[in-house]
């Protein structure tokens, strides 16, 4: 069975602090895709970034990067430096194209950046 | 702003009614995606939609269907409404394969069944 976990509901951090937030999957397929998303308190969705399970290699994106390692399972994201603005609802997916197509949603992580 | 439009923004109706949602994507973009977000439920995928054809389904409802035009615009109809379906719902557009591996939200659309 496939199923994404985002243990951690809620992380309050201070301005300028590094902070990463967690994703552990679950899939015995050896083909699929991981997403992260963002919802502002606006409640808008932003797509951030799409990694296929072939592509291991480290993503940095400005102060945003990501790590994959398959041998954990895990998909875990950091922003560096945060801001005020990167207050929002992250979530975390799994997709599995091979077989019964799934789209699997984490539960999201709430992060407050306080001033 | 995304590019990708959706109407209404707001939809109150009753059980049992029938509602159509209306999704259109990014200029070039070939791909629809529909999402279903709750409290209850979280955020689900719903169906995705390719030049025209069903490209992959998730945890839609008999009630509920959707089709994508030949204009590229979508629809999403949700018949027999039940409280349980008061939701927001996106829509999403991406490129065609090899111009991206990027998604575009539209706004939403939300819907509260009385």
């Known amino acids: 069975a496939q199923k994404v976990t985002q243990a951690q509901t809620e992380i309050s951090v201070v301005e300028k602090e590094d902070v990463t937030l967690d994703c552990v999957y679950e899939?015995?397929?050896?083909?699929?895709?991981l997403f992260w998303y963002k919802q502002p308190p606006s409640g808008e969705l932003v797509f951030l970034i799409r990694?296929?399970?072939?592509?291991?290699q480290n993503e940095i994106s400005g102060r945003y990067s990501w790590n994959f390692q398959k041998s954990t399972s895990s998909f875990n994201f950091t922003i560096t430096a945060s801001q005020v603005v990167d207050s929002a609802v992250y979530f975390c997916?799994?997709?599995?194209?091979?077989?019964?197509?799934?789209?699997?949603f984490g539960t999201g992580t709430r992060l407050k950046v306080l001033a | 702003d995304s590019g990708v439009t959706q109407t209404p923004k707001h939809l109150i109706t009753a059980t049992g009614q029938r509602v159509t949602l209306r999704c259109s994507p990014r200029?070039?973009?070939?791909?629809v995606y529909w999402y279903q977000q709750s409290l209850d439920q979280g955020l689900q995928f719903l169906i995705q939609?390719?030049?025209?054809?069903?490209?992959a389904k998730g945890n839609i409802l008999e009630r509920f269907s959707a089709q994508q035009f030949p204009d590229l615009h979508s629809e999403l109809n949700l018949s027999s409404l039940e409280l349980g379906d008061s939701a927001l719902y996106f829509c999403?557009?991406?490129?065609?394969?090899?111009?991206?591996?990027?998604?575009?939200f539209g706004p939403g659309t939300r819907l509260t069944v009385t």
């Open positions: 999403a557009s991406s490129p065609p394969p090899g111009q991206g591996n990027e998604q575009y």
């Open positions: 899939t015995r397929d050896t083909t699929y895709y």
């Open positions: 990694r296929n399970s072939f592509d291991e």
């Open positions: 997916a799994l997709i599995r194209t091979s077989g019964t197509y799934k789209y699997i």
């Open positions: 200029s070039g973009d070939l791909s």
């Open positions: 939609y390719y030049n025209g054809e069903e490209r």
